[in-house]
């Protein structure tokens, strides 16, 4: 009974008015170093200019949730993913998250929320979700809410962006109990518009994709899911290869707080 008070608290720290941008940085291990720009591959020196810029919170792996913690504690959520893979993977073992912490190592470290991919469509889903389960009865009996990046991901899938491909996702994710949903952009308004509509009320935050060429395009999608009905962004590469993270986050945020254009966003 007491962990629907914790879960809608931890919520309410991570959405503020139902509306979040959240950093992610697992890319060190889903991607490797190679992802980061030279200036930006000493990790305290992203966190602290996401935090400068005014994340709602950072999603990341615990290890580097516990290296970083004088940085962003106090100032920002927490979201503590507890699952990863390399690519240095044969291609069909990706489709594949291992273990990468475990829930007590979240409620340790002050966790607003943890996070788990599940690939949906993977010949390891199954895997994946005795994971999700198993984690997220936990999470429920302390009020932790999860996080489910529910990408659809595997042999039979040709276009991951496929809009009726990433509707399946979210209504998978809603029947396996996500509290907050992370997706892919099916590519327009209109399309996004059926994703939430999926999504039935639980809250869905737009994948951030790799790094656009120009920022302003990066918006423009931000603005998009925005209109659709999203909650907000989790978003990685568009930030941290941004020239000046802690701008590329204001930017970000006037957006999806305050109902700015992209444009209107991009020239602050
Ligand atoms: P980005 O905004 O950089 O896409 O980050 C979102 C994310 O889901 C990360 O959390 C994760 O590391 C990465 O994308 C996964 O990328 P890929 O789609 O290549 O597996």
Redesign the pocket.
């Known amino acids: 009974m007491y962990s629907l008070v914790g879960k809608k608290l931890r919520l309410s720290r991570i959405l503020k008015q139902g509306k979040a941008v959240v950093f992610?940085?697992?890319?060190g291990?889903?991607?490797g170093p190679s992802?980061f720009p030279p200036e930006s591959i000493d990790p305290r020196s992203i966190v602290s200019k996401v935090v400068e810029g005014g994340v709602d919170a950072i999603?990341m792996l615990p290890a580097m949730a516990y290296r970083t913690w004088d940085i962003w504690a106090g100032k920002t959520s927490l979201i503590v993913?507890l699952t990863?893979?390399t690519?240095l993977r044969p291609p069909d073992e990706?489709l594949r998250q291992s273990v990468f912490g475990v829930f007590e190592d979240a409620v340790a470290l002050g966790a607003d929320a943890v996070?788990l991919?599940v690939y949906w469509g993977s010949q390891f889903e199954d895997q994946m979700l005795e994971r999700w389960f198993s984690v997220k009865d936990r999470a429920d009996r302390h009020g932790i809410p999860c996080l489910q990046?529910a990408?659809p991901?595997g042999p039979s899938i040709k276009n991951?962006y496929d809009v009726e491909v990433v509707k399946y996702g979210v209504r998978a994710a809603i029947e396996s109990g996500a509290d907050l949903i992370?997706t892919?952009y099916t590519g327009s308004e209109a399309t996004f518009r059926e994703v939430v509509k999926v999504a039935a009320g639980t809250p869905v935050l737009m994948?951030?994709?790799?790094?656009r060429e120009n920022f302003l395009d990066f918006l423009r999608d931000v603005e998009s899911v925005m209109r659709a009905g999203a909650s907000g962004?989790?978003?990685?590469?568009?930030?941290?290869r941004h020239s000046h993270p802690e701008k590329a986050v204001k930017a970000i945020a006037a957006v999806v707080h305050e109902g700015r254009t992209a444009e209107e966003a991009f020239e602050l």
Do not use: C, Q, W
């Open positions: 992610a940085f697992d890319h291990v889903e991607h992802d999603m993913k990863s893979k690519n990706r996070a991919t990046l990408y991901r991951i992370k892919y994948s951030g994709g790799p790094a962004v989790v978003v990685g590469r568009n930030v941290f």
